[in-house]
T-cell receptor
Framework: DQQVKQNSPSLSVQEGRISILNCDYT??????FLWYKKYPAEGPTFLIS?????DKNEDGRFTVFLNKSAKHLSLHIVPSQPGDSAVYFC??????????FGDGTTLTVKP | DAGVIQSPRHEVTEMGQEVTLRCKPI?????LFWYRQTMMRGLELLIY????????DSGMPEDRFSAKMPNASFSTLKIQPSEPRDSAVYFC???????????FGPGTRLLVL
């Protein structure tokens, strides 16, 4: 049973436009949700997070939205830049410290 | 801080051989995680430690896999004997109690022939 799902394996957008990456989860006990970004031959790096008690968190060009009733979160990148091209992982964690990751979405931003 | 350090970065071995992967977490972090990334299964948690004690090893595939954390600054993941289906990228990550962010090492790319 996959508790965190990213249903789109890939996404391609034009530079300057908005990128929207989606993530669904099944466990209502998750306390935090995070997005990580991964470049080839590197480990994932933390991008942005949101607590389960909030519905939006913004950091520069990156905004994460959480819809608890739908068990859905999304990452918006505005405006998208070619350097944003990477694999994006959604993760959900409990206070126990353990995170569950989605399979990732490969974002390609075309110049 | 240098971040999470993993060695080796690449490992090529033959089926049946023992493989040992090493990790040095960020100083002061009290959680350490081992992950495996494959095309088929994505990024899956194998085991994690808190204050050097294994907390959850339910992700360890089978008895051929073992992990230790003898002290706060070092952990190993051992595969004995290795099989071709173990070929993957293995990541180590660490975090600080009370925070949700994990810091990943660069990974070890393992190829078992």
């Amino acid at each position: 049973d996959q508790q965190v799902k990213q249903n789109s394996p890939s996404l391609s957008v034009q530079e300057g436009r908005i990128s929207i990456l989606n993530c669904d989860y099944t466990n209502s006990m998750f306390d935090y949700f995070l997005w990580y970004k991964k470049y080839p031959a590197e480990g994932p790096t933390f991008l942005i997070s949101i607590s389960s008690i909030k519905d939006k968190n913004e950091d520069g060009r990156f905004t994460v939205f959480l819809n608890k009733s739908a068990k859905h979160l999304s990452l918006h990148i505005v405006p998208s830049q070619p350097g944003d091209s990477a694999v994006y992982f959604c993760a959900a964690c409990t206070n126990a410290g353990k995170s569950t990751f989605g399979d990732g979405t490969t974002l390609t931003v075309k110049p | 801080d240098a971040g999470v350090i993993q060695s080796p970065r690449h490992e090529v071995t033959e089926m049946g051989q023992e493989v040992t992967l090493r990790c040095k977490p960020i100083s002061g972090h009290d959680y350490l995680f081992w992950y495996r990334q494959t095309m088929m299964r994505g990024l899956e948690l194998l085991i994690y430690f808190n204050n050097n004690v294994p907390i959850d090893d339910s992700g360890m595939p089978e008895d051929r896999f073992s992990a230790k954390m003898p002290n706060a600054s070092f952990s190993t993941l051992k595969i004995q004997p290795s099989e071709p289906r173990d070929s993957a990228v293995y990541f180590c990550a660490s975090s600080l109690w009370g925070t949700e962010t994990q810091y990943f090492g660069p990974g070890t790319r393992l190829l078992v022939l």
